[in-house]
């Protein structure tokens, strides 16, 4: 589900956020646009944007661990956290195996309400996987949230069973500029 | 040498309520404690005492005042877990997920380097992956400043700078992306921990290359036998406890 959807259309700070989001074209690979949130993180005013939308939504859910994927969920994870009043866990994605993610068992106690943040989700591999831990450790997930996500995740579209709460869709490149 | 600062700010506002929806627990799991010695030499130069009317606050400066240590740093210390042996024999890995989990650790430690660079001119906090992603950008949102991320090789998609530094074998490089920062910025350099200081004197040369001017390095953790400070040149270091490398 995306913002927009829900009782956020029209809200100036989406078009911020969109604005501040760089697109790479070809990285990591030919015909991948990648979409760079570190231009994001430049822009405190928007940065703040997404923070405090994320903690507009689950200040009242009732959400007890907020895990963040490396590395960039450990950057929007914190803010959040620190907002809400909740513990961090971290998972870590292994470098030599790009379909393996890893917890800290004792990060996790069992019932925990738990939130996973990411900056991008495009096949939900990684959310996924981030849901299986923390369902193997005791923990309920109660949503997924990222900052930019393929239209396909429009609507009551869910990973595991899980909902999805994405902020905006990939920005476009602009044409002329370059890298 | 330089020393250890710890800094006090006490206002008129009441400090904001921490929320804690969760009973906090820590789960300290090690073979062996090795002693994590607190800074002893903290100078109060930042101590600034305002007419509070809140008894607590006066009560707080009063013990700050006496040992000259901020009362939020025992806490911190201890939440911080040591694993022996990783990640290879006779290293104790200072462990700060279990900062991470203690939700008011954590909360007082990003105050306390808010409290120390709020207001002070700096506009970019730049962080050394992966820790440094977890204490950087709440503290470049409090101040008002730009998160910039410095990342290992081939992470960052635009174009970038690097700089290389020595490992114990080899070398590895960090970088940054070409116009995140512009000269004449003043930032600061956060890590979770500071061991021999190659990491962070790289991340230094590369902001200094393009003109930034380097306030402080700010880290959770030292470990002094290490002697990453001498690495660091003229920037001072900010760090809120000590711990033995071994």
Do not use: W
């Not at chain 1, 590395?71 to 956290?81: L, S």
């Not at chain 1, 900052?147 to 999805?164: I, N, Q, S, T, Y």
């Not at chain 2, 890995?93 to 709020?118: G, H, M, N, P, S």
Request: net charge negative; proline share 7%.
């Amino acid at each position: 589900m995306f913002a927009v959807e829900n009782g956020l259309q029209g809200d100036p700070r989406l078009q911020a956020i969109s604005d501040a989001i760089r697109v790479i074209p070809h990285f990591p690979k030919t015909g991948i646009m990648f979409q760079d949130i570190t231009t994001l993180l430049l822009d405190p005013v928007a940065f703040k944007h997404v923070v405090d939308i994320f903690v507009e939504r689950y200040k009242h859910m009732n959400i007890s661990l907020v895990a963040g994927v490396e590395a960039r969920g450990f950057i929007f994870g914190p803010p959040i956290a620190l907002a809400i009043g909740k513990v961090i866990s971290e998972e870590y994605e292994l470098e030599y195996g790009n379909d393996r993610l890893e917890m800290s068992v004792e990060a996790v106690k069992s019932h925990e309400r738990a939130l996973v943040i990411d900056d991008l989700v495009a096949t939900g591999g990684t959310l996924s996987a981030s849901i299986n831990l923390l369902e193997r450790a005791g923990a309920e997930v109660v949503e997924c949230a990222c900052v930019v996500g393929l239209p396909k995740f429009k609507g009551h579209c869910k990973l595991k069973g899980k909902p999805l709460y994405v902020l905006v869709e990939p920005s476009q490149l602009e044409e002329g500029l370059t890298f | 040498m330089q020393s250890i600062v710890s800094s006090h700010h006490l206002c008129l506002a009441p400090p904001p309520p921490v929320v804690s929806h969760r009973l906090v627990c820590h789960r300290l799991v090690c073979h062996r404690v090795p002693s994590i010695r607190l800074p002893n030499h903290c100078s109060t130069t930042s101590l600034r005492l305002f007419n509070c009317a809140a008894s607590r606050e006066s009560e707080m400066a009063a013990v700050a005042k006496v040992d000259g240590q901020d009362p939020r740093i025992p806490k911190i210390a201890s939440s911080i877990r040591v694993i022996p042996d990783f990640p290879k024999p006779g290293i104790m890995f200072q462990d700060i997920t279990t900062l991470l989990l203690d939700t008011e650790a954590f909360k007082d430690t990003i105050d306390i380097f808010v409290e120390r660079y709020k207001g002070k001119g700096i506009s970019v906090v730049a962080g050394v992956e992966a820790r440094g992603f977890i204490f950087g950008p709440p503290i470049a949102l409090a101040i008002g400043a730009k998160f910039v991320p410095m990342r290992k090789p081939k992470k960052l998609p635009g174009k970038v700078i690097s700089e290389e530094y020595s490992l114990e074998y080899g070398t590895d490089k960090i970088e940054m992306h070409v116009g995140a920062v512009e000269p004449g910025e003043r930032a600061i350099i956060i890590d979770d921990l500071i061991a021999t200081g190659g990491t962070l004197a790289a991340a230094i040369r590369l902001l200094e290359r393009v003109g930034v001017k380097i306030v402080e390095c700010a880290c959770v953790i030292e470990l002094p036998e290490l002697k990453g400070r001498e690495k660091l040149g003229e920037a001072p270091l900010f760090i809120l406890v000590t711990s033995d490398a071994a």
